[in-house]
């Protein structure tokens, strides 16, 4: 279901909430802004509506309506334009993380937020914002923005980091192939993750340096601190994924062992029965003539053989250590 949703704010007035019918309504007051949500909104009319009302730039606007686009952050004269990556299902599984592209526009007077599926980032902050959050301007509820879309990662992070180490446990207790789908599966989605947090960790790192002026209206030491904890969180990401490699590479170099141990076995019980089942082979020949067979002592002393055989042998694997 798309919705638009207006929030205008006047300082010493308060603010006030409604739909589309408040858009275009930016109050002359000193402090005065609108914050626009779009969600799910026809890509046609939502596009005519932020270039007619905002007067934002039809490139930012087609960037921000694709549903494949990295993390970006681009200045369009005095609105800074930031492309997002908000994680859907914060909950640990095999499947693959799947992501709430979340565009914002942000100005003196307005800030345009727009996804194509539930944010609940955003729908946290619109709630919660109060009176005396809204006076600190647009500038302080994309650091909020940010900052909610942000912490939905830790909790992954940090479960994908207490379940990697279950299966380090598990792979020399219990080994099984289901710890290598495991551990391919969470490879695949920490590569994935690693990806996401390179791109908005260099994007944030950027805004909070103010590169390019961005941080005329912007507090640096809010953007600094969703800067440093998008740092931390690409820094375990890539332990994480160091670690499933290490855990696949011992899991294999495990089972290689292991397979290496039942080939010596059975390369040795094949090397104990080989002259057993040639003397078995040379004495149950049915010839005519076979002195031996003929002996009363024969049975026993081919028997004996055979034991003093086997028993050789197994005596030399064991001086050899191959036991």
Known sequence: MSTIRVMIFEPGSGMRTGGAELLGIVPATPGAWVWADFDTVERGEERKLLQSHFGLQLLAVQDAQRERHPPKHELFGDTLFLLLRELSDPELGSDDPRFTHVAIFAAEKFLVTRRNRPSPSIEETWKSSTVEQLERGPAHIVYRISRAIVDRYTPLVLSMEERLGTLEDRMFEAPSDRILEELAD????????????????????????????????????EFNDIYENMERLASLCQLNQELAVDLLNTYLSVSAHRLNQIMRVLTIATVIFLPLGLLAGVYGMNFEYMPELSWRYSYFVVVGTMLGV??????????????
Do not use: C, P, S
């Open 186 to 221: 969470y490879n695949r989605i920490l590569k994935k993750l690693r990806r996401t947090f390179t791109y908005q960790h260099g994007m944030m790192q950027q805004v909070a340096r103010g590169d390019e002026g961005v941080l005329v209206l912007f507090d640096d030491h």
């Open 310 to 323: 086997a028993l050789t042998l197994i005596t030399i694997f064991k001086i050899k250590k191959w036991l």
